[in-house]
Every structure is written in structure tokens, then in C-alpha cells.
């Protein structure tokens, strides 16, 4: 029995993201030890321990889900829903009344089952609004990145200003590169020099005696 009541047990939250990711690892990866993912349902799931279909949409109707329906089907949802809330008031007044009154009344439990059925159809109202919460988070989102993207895009072009201002101020504020004339080094005599050991003819200093005996060593090599 108690067997059987362990396995019934769901958990209402989804394992610690540890058990997940610690399977997709580079080494796992790479060796192909990491798990494939789950095949996409066709039919038929459960979760949380209820039964769904594939194929039913995200906010089901009333009727398929076993209540019976308090609002006709073309009706305005903040009507509803406002006269929903005043039933529910109304409805838990009567219950308080019946506990003061007649605690073991049969009428008790009606009147909790009536306040859980006009509770399920306001909660079923408010989900119906979740698709255009949902539009509508994502748009202010969107509209929030766009704004900040402005805003930087605004605050770099400032700073490019700036920058330019300063680097410009920087150049005007730079001193004349022309150099003091005393500091100055005259090369129109060095050119003047290299020109005339250019144009005056090769002179041979060389000593006599140092030519004689070169002279005597080639005789010698080539005897």
C-alpha cells in the first residue's frame, strides 16, 4: 500500500537544472554519451498528474475540462468577470450565514461547491487574457530595448563628439614645427665638401717602398 502511494506521488516542480545540464558536457558531447532529446509528442501526455492531448488547445473550454458554464459564449470578459465577483461575495456571505445559523446544514457543502465553480470561472477568464499578456510583454519588452538602444546609441555619439572636440582643440593647441633657426645644422657646407672630394681626381698614396715590395711578393708567389 505504501508502495503504491510513492507512485502515485508527483512531483509539482521540475528537478534541479543540475541533473540536466551536467549531461551535456563538452567531453559528453564530444563522445556522443550526451542524451538525445525527447521525440515530440504525438498524442497523448501527463503532467503534473493530469491528462493532455497534443492536439487541445492551451486554454481549454469549460466544458471539456467537466464544468458547466456559467457565461454564454459571445459575452464582454470585464462584465463577466465583474459580475462573477460580486456572485462569488454574494455566494460566501450565504455561506457564512449557514455556518452561523445551521453549521450542519446539507446547503453547506452546495455553497462551497458553488464558490469553486464561480472560482474556476474567473481564474479560466483570466487565462484567457494570457495570450495578449503575453503580446503585450513581449511589445514593452521590445519597446524597452529599442529605448535603451537609443539612449546608448545617443550617449556613444556624445562621447565621439567629444573626443573629436578635444582631439581638435589638441592640434590647434600644438606649437609650430618650425625650429629655432640657431638650432638649426648648415649641411650646405658638408654638401659642398662631398661635391668637391667627388670632382678632384683619385691621387695614390702610397709609399714606394710599400709598392716594391708588394711587387716582390706577387714575383714570388707566381715563381
Do not use: W
Not at 446539507?106 to 474567473?122: C, G, Q, T, Y
Amino acid at each position: 500500500m505504501a508502495n503504491n502511494q510513492e507512485a502515485m506521488q508527483v512531483c509539482s516542480l521540475p528537478l534541479p537544472p543540475v541533473q540536466y545540464f551536467q549531461n551535456y558536457s563538452d567531453e559528453n558531447i564530444r563522445r556522443g554519451r550526451a542524451s538525445k532529446p525527447p521525440p515530440i509528442i504525438q498524442e497523448t501526455y501527463t503532467m503534473f498528474g493530469n491528462p493532455y492531448n497534443a492536439e487541445d488547445s492551451i486554454i481549454r473550454p469549460l466544458e471539456s475540462q467537466g464544468f458547466k458554464r456559467l457565461y454564454p459564449q459571445h459575452f464582454d470578459r470585464r462584465r463577466e468577470l465583474r459580475k462573477l465577483n460580486h456572485s462569488l461575495l454574494v455566494n460566501f456571505l450565504d455561506l457564512l450565514d449557514l455556518l452561523i445559523q445551521c453549521p450542519d446544514s446539507p446547503r453547506r457543502a452546495e455553497k462551497v461547491d458553488d464558490i469553486s465553480l464561480l472560482f474556476i470561472h474567473i481564474h479560466h477568464l483570466l487565462n484567457e487574457f494570457r495570450p495578449h499578456q503575453a503580446r503585450e510583454t513581449v511589445r514593452v519588452m521590445l519597446d524597452l530595448q529599442r529605448r535603451q538602444r537609443n539612449e546608448t546609441t545617443i550617449r556613444l555619439q556624445k562621447h565621439i563628439d567629444k573626443v573629436s572636440d578635444i582631439l581638435q582643440q589638441t592640434l590647434e593647441n600644438l606649437p609650430d614645427t618650425e625650429l629655432d633657426s640657431k638650432l638649426m645644422v648648415d649641411t650646405s657646407k658638408i654638401d659642398r665638401l662631398e661635391q668637391k672630394n667627388a670632382d678632384e681626381p683619385r691621387v695614390d698614396k702610397c709609399v714606394p717602398k710599400d709598392k716594391l715590395m708588394c711587387h716582390l711578393i706577387d714575383t714570388m708567389n707566381t715563381n
